[in-house]
């Protein structure tokens, strides 16, 4: 009956606000607003930073779609996610690689295809390994900032304000007549600065963990520093693989050039064949009509 009548208040104080007739309403102090407002802003750039940072990884939305159904399909199941983003340069690499088998390997330029391909290849591994990276050191982190902390935050945010509400109930419908003993009073006003207490510690020390926010950051920069070191190693090598193919096929003996005049010597002998006079009519005929 308790809970049911201070649901009643908080209701019945509410509309009560909302219609502007309550003067004597308890006022959240300017530095509670402030950490409220910078509270939602930080939130909304933890949630932008994480899903561009994945487009950026995975550009491709029909693939990340299917990578998180997948992804859910496993969790469902207790299986650990096995399905790695189908990168572009892995795509690349095996075209060349197919070309390079297609070709065979009596061509430099088929080699030299083999070799851009397999290093595409080890640029796609490289991307893997910066997908895991990323996963691990920027967003899983981020992600435990908005399904805990901020999750935290915002029940003490609402709880705060729903106790606000039963307390400013009470104390205006005892300025009314209303029979409210001072000691509902004194509890629902003890309630509310704990609650409070609660939610404006807990968006200050979020506010003012910024080492952990910057930390995250410098997470993804090195991450995205060792990606392209090793993208960069990996085709640098090739670069000097295809100079050496390039002065490979540069001293190759050219090919014998065809002879026209001999294939049309070495034609052979063209013997008339005796032509079924009735049966091409047939067939024009048949054309015709």
Do not use: W
């Not at 960069?232 to 096929?249: K, N, P």
């Amino acid at each position: 009956m308790r809970g049911f009548r201070k649901t009643l208040n908080k209701i019945s104080q509410t509309v009560v606000e909302k219609v502007g007739s309550d003067e004597g309403a308890t006022r959240l102090p300017e530095e509670y607003k402030e950490l409220e407002k910078a509270t939602d802003v930080t939130q909304k750039i933890i949630e932008d930073l994480v899903a561009k940072t994945n487009e950026m990884l995975h550009p491709n939305p029909a693939a990340r779609m299917r990578i998180a159904a997948s992804s859910s399909m496993n969790k469902i199941r207790g299986q650990a996610p096995k399905r790695s983003y189908p990168h572009t340069e892995g795509f690349l690499g095996e075209i060349m690689i197919k070309g390079s088998t297609d070709l065979g390997d009596d061509s430099y330029f088929a080699q030299a295809l083999g070799d851009f391909g397999d290093s595409m290849k080890q640029v796609s591994d490289c991307k893997d390994a910066l997908d895991d990276d990323v996963k691990t050191n920027f967003a899983d982190p981020f992600h435990h900032v908005l399904t805990k902390e901020l999750k935290e935050i915002h029940f003490h945010r609402k709880k705060m304000n729903g106790r606000r509400l039963d307390y400013d109930a009470k104390r205006r419908q005892q300025a009314k007549g209303s029979n409210v003993p001072d000691e509902d009073i004194r509890y629902a006003g003890d309630k509310f600065k704990e609650s409070l207490e609660l939610a404006s510690d807990g968006m200050a020390n979020l506010l003012d963990n910024e080492v952990e926010q910057i930390s995250k950051l410098s997470a993804l920069a090195e991450a995205l520093v060792e990606y392209y070191r090793r993208a960069v190693d990996v085709m640098e090598s090739l670069q000097s693989t295809l100079e050496g193919r390039i002065s490979e096929a540069s001293s190759r003996v050219p090919r014998e050039k065809l002879d026209p005049e001999t294939v049309v010597r070495n034609s052979p002998k063209y013997t008339p064949r005796r032509v079924n006079t009735q049966r091409a009519t047939e067939l024009v005929t048949a054309i015709i009509s």
